[in-house]
């Protein structure tokens, strides 16, 4: 059966570190994409980035950068240099295509918190 | 960018009551979703609509109806409001390849005294 783990549950840094948040699924299909969300405080959920599961290449936009390993299941997201408005809770899901009818299946979260 | 619109962003219904919760997107998406965010409980998904008339049950339909008579609205109705449906509600949409993301509203935090 398909699974998201997020198994931070909450990551508190000082700001400026860097801190990786993880992500491993669990799916039987060879195609598939899995997907970051970042919700701040105030509850938007808004979209990040998209893996496709053909695509190994680990991608970096600007402090984010994320590591995709098909061999251990795994789609990390690093920020690098954080930053207090880096504070909020970030979400991994897998979507499975096609069949699925388009549904996400969803982390719990890691709720990051970035102090000054 | 896409853009997806909430109805309200904050709102207090009582026990009983029908409750309408409206979302409206502006890309022409085939593909609409409501999920319901609870502490403890990540999203979870409660109707989904891939077309015009057609709805989908989700993971937690139950106490819930939708409405899709138009391509860019999806409706939540909460045909007798319990306190148990105090949650905060998001409304996605999705075009229709398989690989692209859902967007979502700012979600409306529901209170049913």
């Known amino acids: 059966a398909q699974k998201v783990t997020q198994a931070q549950t909450e990551i508190s840094v000082v700001e400026k570190e860097d801190v990786t948040l993880d992500c491993v699924y669990e799916?039987?299909?060879?195609?598939?994409?899995l997907f970051w969300y970042k919700q701040p405080p105030s509850g938007e959920l808004v979209f990040l980035i998209r893996?496709?599961?053909?695509d190994e290449q680990n991608e970096i936009s600007g402090r984010y950068s994320w590591n995709f390993q098909k061999s251990t299941s795994s789609f990390n997201f690093t920020i690098t240099a954080s930053q207090v408005v880096d504070s909020a809770v970030y979400f991994c899901?897998?979507?499975?295509?096609?069949?699925?009818?388009?549904?996400?299946?969803w982390g719990a979260g890691t709720k990051l918190i970035i102090k000054p | 960018d896409v853009k997806v619109t909430q109805s309200s962003r904050y709102l207090v219904k009582r026990t009983g009551e029908k409750v309408f919760l409206e979302c409206v997107q502006d890309?022409?998406?085939?593909?609409m979703f409501w999920y319901r965010q609870d502490p403890g409980l990540g999203l979870r998904l409660i109707y989904f609509?891939?077309?015009?008339?057609?709805?989908e049950k989700g993971d937690i339909p139950e106490g819930y109806s939708v409405s899709r008579e138009k391509k860019e609205r999806f409706s939540l109705i909460l045909e007798s409001a319990s306190t148990n449906q105090t949650s905060m509600y998001l409304c996605?949409?999705?075009?229709?390849?398989?690989?692209?993301?859902?967007?979502f509203g700012d979600g409306t935090r529901l209170s049913i005294l």
């Open positions: 890309m022409d998406h085939e593909n």
């Open positions: 899901a897998l979507s499975e295509a096609p069949g699925s009818n388009y549904q996400l299946i």
């Open positions: 893996r496709n599961s053909f």
């Open positions: 799916t039987r299909d060879t195609t598939y994409y």
């Open positions: 996605a949409s999705k075009g229709g390849i398989s690989n692209q993301p859902q967007h």
């Open positions: 609509s891939y077309d015009v008339k057609m709805k």
